[in-house]
């Protein structure tokens, strides 16, 4: 009785004792395939990003600005209002807004293919910047219609008479400046331009 006992007992430890090590082993290996799945995914997330940050440099751009809105086939763009293939928005969710995603993007992975992207949204702002230290709603790229503003970047005399005129609504003006000194800290207050028209529009408008 007293071996029948302990033997069944013994058993029983024997049971629980390999019970507890499939489940130990399975539990590792839901791991593994997990962290596989999540690699893989991180991996499909990662080149899906790419490939959209690539196009939109490369097909969606203009100069490194954007506007809000365009077809399917790019006969159609617009800002508030339609706008030209030369032409991008400052008021968001414009260029400044596009150029924040990028800067997210690149402090999240600290790829310096994105920090590219960045500093390129940031020069096109810096090409829109007006004498007056802050932005209109649009910048022009194409004459006639860039002549029509007094871009910093252009010399005083062209710009006699254009357009002058510093719009912060509609976080037009805000958003630029916001979005450049963000860029300007990222790059470690290395691009001259860049922080150049940070403190240009700062002395300005404070």
């Known amino acids: 009785s007293f071996y029948t006992t302990y033997g069944t007992a013994a058993e029983g430890v024997r049971f629980a ?18 962290a596989g799945q999540e690699k893989r995914l991180t991996e499909k997330v990662a080149l899906a990003l790419q490939r959209a940050v690539k196009f939109y440099r490369t097909n969606v751009s203009s100069h490194g600005g954007y506007l809000w809105r365009y077809a399917s086939d790019f006969t159609e763009r617009e800002g508030e209002l339609p706008a ?21 993007v690149y402090e999240l992975t ?11 949204t940031a020069l096109a702002l810096v090409a829109g910047q007006l004498e007056s230290g802050g932005w209109d709603y649009r910048i022009e ?3 006639p219609e860039r002549e029509k503003y007094a871009y910093r970047v252009e010399t005083p005399a062209r710009n006699k008479g254009a357009r002058n005129v510093t719009t912060l609504d509609d ?18 207050f290395g691009d001259p331009a860049i922080h150049e028209s940070v403190e240009f529009a700062l002395s300005s408008l404070l």
Do not use: I
């Open 141 to 143: 790229f194409a004459t």
């Open 84 to 104: 030209s293939a030369t032409t991008v928005w400052v008021q968001p969710p414009g260029t400044p807004s596009v150029g924040l995603a990028y800067l997210k």
């Open 17 to 34: 004792e390999k019970t507890e090590k499939l489940r130990s082993q399975k539990e590792d290996q839901t791991r593994k395939d997990t």
């Open 171 to 188: 976080n037009t003006t805000q958003a630029a400046l916001s979005f450049l000194m963000q860029t300007d800290r990222a790059l470690g």
């Open 110 to 120: 600290g790829a310096d293919d994105y920090l590219d992207a960045v500093r390129e």
